[in-house]
């Protein structure tokens, strides 16, 4: 069974710098694709920034970018210019791209906190 | 206009009674899932519905029962509710089944039973 795995339960960086979140992942599978999901105090989740296994490129969305090691089956998020309101719980998540249904298999999550 | 939406947005009730979660989307997606966030927020895959068809069905005690009357909406009915149930409810909903599609989620809904 697939699972990810985020070794910082809490993180925090002071506003303007830049901070990495850690997810590793277990899989036997070579392609599939890893997903960031933010959830802000409104418990709303929210993608943040996607990478598809086969893509060598690191995925890039404005302040967020990953870094993602396929052989090290690891894909870390990092943060730049970090402002107040990236304050929020960080999941890491797996999806297989099965022909059925396939659900995001999540890390227990980063408790990020962004210090004025 | 929300995407995803589940009502209620929070439930308090006595243990033993029975309860219920609607969720709709209006995206046009195939695609349902309900998760369960634990106290530790931590978040786990319950049921996964494709055109109302029920897809996956993980670990979750019988007294749970989701329903789908059509693709854009699936519930989650809960009998002889437990302390143990409290937690948050997340309905989300993807395009296809599978590939980097995102899985848009709703508000999530707070069950707390007492």
């Known amino acids: 069974a697939q699972t990810v795995t985020q070794s910082q339960p809490e993180m925090s960086v002071q506003e303007a710098e830049t901070v990495t979140l850690s997810c590793t992942y277990d899989t036997s599978e070579s392609d599939y694709y890893l997903f960031w999901y933010k959830q802000p105090p409104s418990r709303q989740m929210i993608l943040v920034i996607r990478?598809?296994?086969?893509?060598?490129q690191n995925a890039t969305e404005n302040r967020f970018s990953v870094n993602f090691q396929k052989a090290a089956k690891s894909f870390s998020l990092k943060i730049s210019d970090s402002q107040l309101g990236d304050a929020a719980m960080y999941f890491c998540?797996?999806?297989?791209?099965?022909?059925?249904?396939?659900?995001?298999?999540f890390g227990k999550g980063t408790r990020l906190s962004v210090i004025a | 206009d929300t995407a995803v939406s589940q009502t209620p947005k929070y439930l308090v009730t006595q243990m033993g009674n029975d309860k219920s979660i609607k969720c709709e989307q209006n995206?046009?997606?195939?695609?349902m899932y309900w998760y369960k966030q634990d106290s530790k927020k931590f978040l786990k895959i319950m049921f996964s519905?494709?055109?109302?068809?029920?897809?996956i069905n993980e670990t979750v005690p019988n007294r749970f029962s989701p329903k789908s009357p059509d693709k854009a909406h699936l519930n989650l009915h809960i009998n002889s509710l437990e302390l143990g149930d409290s937690a948050v409810y997340f309905c989300a909903s993807s395009l296809i089944a599978g590939g980097p599609n995102e899985q848009f989620f709703g508000p999530g809904t707070r069950l707390t039973v007492l």
């Open positions: 995206l046009g997606h195939d695609t």
């Open positions: 998540a797996y999806r297989f791209p099965h022909s059925g249904n396939t659900p995001l298999v």
């Open positions: 990478q598809e296994a086969y893509k060598q």
């Open positions: 519905y494709n055109n109302k068809e029920l897809i």
